[in-house]
């Protein structure tokens, strides 16, 4: 996570799996036994960050020269097009590899986690299995708009990946939170809401993984 203050000063963590934020009351500190390495305060709320594995303080162009940030893809979140994401997607270096593992890879493109990986290869309609050079142009093309749509879609709803009036329906029948989140991820062995067929769910690259064999094919 980078964070920008006033005067051109950034501050850069790296949380791994363990680090954690805490948002509370200014003055307050929760019961932990995480060891707390950065603390941002106003007159009403603290920003806690605790067990980050890495703590950096930069300035401007600094942040281009950190040997992590400087190898990160184009941020999802950001102003990336689909146009720049189907060229990053189809480039040499990237395109002889499974998109199950582009979308764990930070250098391909940076923000995307094991959820968004599932359901933006559901929305796409692409086997994680497959490879950019084994694609045509409109499956490039639907890849590229699914990953702006699923991931800025995510963002606006605090990890909401199904579609609006989906969800509304769902709540009106009485689904709970769970039931109303995602497509196809944390959903094996559920009925797929496209077709119908049953949800798989795989191991790819390490992580865990969900689709659609119907919908995917």
Same mark, same amino acid.
């Not at 003055?27 to 007159?43: I, S, W």
């Not at 162009?61 to 940030?69: F, G, T, W």
């Not at 189809?90 to 499974?98: L, N, Q």
């Given at each position: 996570? @980078?964070?920008?203050?006033?005067?051109?000063?950034?501050?850069?963590?790296?949380?791994?799996? &363990?680090? %954690?934020?805490?948002?509370? #009351?200014?003055?307050? !500190?929760?019961?932990?036994?995480? /060891?707390?390495?950065?603390?941002?305060?106003? +007159?009403?709320?603290?920003?806690?960050?605790?067990?980050?594995?890495?703590?950096? @303080?930069?300035?401007?162009?600094?942040?281009?020269? $950190? #040997?992590?940030? =400087?190898?990160?893809? #184009?941020?999802?979140?950001?102003?990336?097009?689909?146009?720049?994401?189907?060229?990053?997607?189809?480039?040499?270096?990237?395109?002889?590899?499974?998109?199950?593992?582009?979308?764990?890879?930070? $250098?391909?493109?940076?923000?995307?986690?094991?959820?968004?990986?599932?359901?933006?290869?559901?929305? =796409?309609?692409? $086997?994680?299995?497959?490879?950019?050079?084994? *694609?045509?142009?409109?499956?490039? /093309?639907?890849?590229?708009?699914? @990953?702006?749509?699923?991931?800025?879609? =995510?963002?606006?709803?605090?990890?909401?990946? *199904? +579609?609006?009036?989906?969800? $509304?329906?769902?709540?009106?029948?009485?689904?709970?939170?769970?039931? &109303?989140?995602? !497509?196809?991820?944390?959903?094996?062995?559920?009925?797929?809401?496209?077709?119908?067929?049953?949800?798989? %769910?795989?191991?790819?690259?390490?992580?865990?993984?969900?689709?659609?064999?119907?919908? /995917?094919?």
């Amino acid at each position: 996570m @980078v964070i920008g203050f006033e005067g051109d000063t950034y501050l850069y963590s790296h949380s791994q799996l &363990y680090g %954690k934020w805490y948002i509370k #009351p200014a003055g307050e !500190y929760p019961k932990t036994n995480r /060891q707390l390495r950065a603390e941002l305060q106003t +007159d009403q709320k603290s920003a806690l960050l605790y067990s980050a594995s890495e703590i950096v @303080v930069m300035e401007g162009d600094s942040l281009k020269e $950190h #040997p992590y940030l =400087a190898k990160l893809g #184009p941020d999802i979140l950001w102003t990336i097009t689909p146009e720049e994401i189907a060229a990053q997607t189809i480039s040499k270096k990237f395109s002889g590899r499974s998109f199950a593992a582009l979308l764990l890879d930070q $250098h391909f493109l940076s923000g995307v986690g094991n959820y968004l990986r599932s359901e933006i290869l559901f929305d =796409a309609g692409i $086997h994680p299995s497959n490879r950019p050079k084994d *694609l045509d142009e409109e499956q490039i /093309q639907r890849f590229s708009k699914s @990953v702006l749509k699923i991931a800025h879609r =995510a963002y606006e709803t605090g990890g909401i990946t *199904l +579609d609006e009036k989906r969800v $509304h329906e769902l709540k009106r029948n009485g689904e709970k939170s769970s039931g &109303y989140r995602h !497509y196809v991820f944390a959903r094996a062995n559920k009925n797929c809401r496209r077709c119908g067929n049953t949800i798989k %769910k795989i191991s790819m690259s390490g992580r865990r993984l969900y689709l659609c064999e119907e919908c /995917q094919a």
